[in-house]
């Protein structure tokens, strides 16, 4: 099975910027969606941003309403390695962030099913 790790979660002050990654350890398809899920306390776990990996280093990307602006989702193909660039974070954006994999991808909507999920990286802004 394909193993997902999430690094770059911290604690910082609204206003401020982190940037997430996760590395595949393999990607067994070529065409395939990469995600950022996060699950705060009481609150089920939502879509933040989803990308599409074929052929092309990068593609269609998808981000919840509340990120758009702020928060950017990228694919390093080469690494297997995906990033979330997150700007201005505010109090609402801490969470557990979790990158997941979804091998038959195209359309890279949140409601898909993601097999392959990581560990999860805590960001806390206060």
């Known amino acids: 099975h394909v193993q997902l790790v999430e690094s770059g979660g911290s604690s910082v002050q609204p206003g401020g910027s982190l940037r997430l990654s996760c590395t595949a350890s393999?990607?067994?398809?070529?065409?395939?969606?990469v995600a950022w899920f996060r699950q705060a306390p009481g609150r089920e776990r939502e879509g933040v941003a989803a990308?599409?990996?074929?052929?092309?280093?990068?593609?269609?990307?998808y981000y919840a309403d509340t990120v758009k602006g702020r928060f950017t989702i990228s694919h390093n193909t080469a690494k297997k390695t995906a990033f979330l660039q997150m700007n201005n974070l505010q109090t609402e954006d801490t969470a557990m962030y979790y990158c997941?994999?979804?091998?038959?991808?195209?359309?890279?909507?949140?409601?898909?099913?993601?097999?392959?999920w990581g560990q999860g990286t805590q960001v806390t802004v206060s």
């Open positions: 997941a994999y979804d091998p038959w991808g195209s359309v890279c909507t949140f409601a898909r099913t993601y097999d392959y």
């Open positions: 393999e990607y067994t398809h070529t065409r395939y969606c």
């Open positions: 990308i599409y990996s074929g052929l092309r280093a990068s593609g269609a990307t």
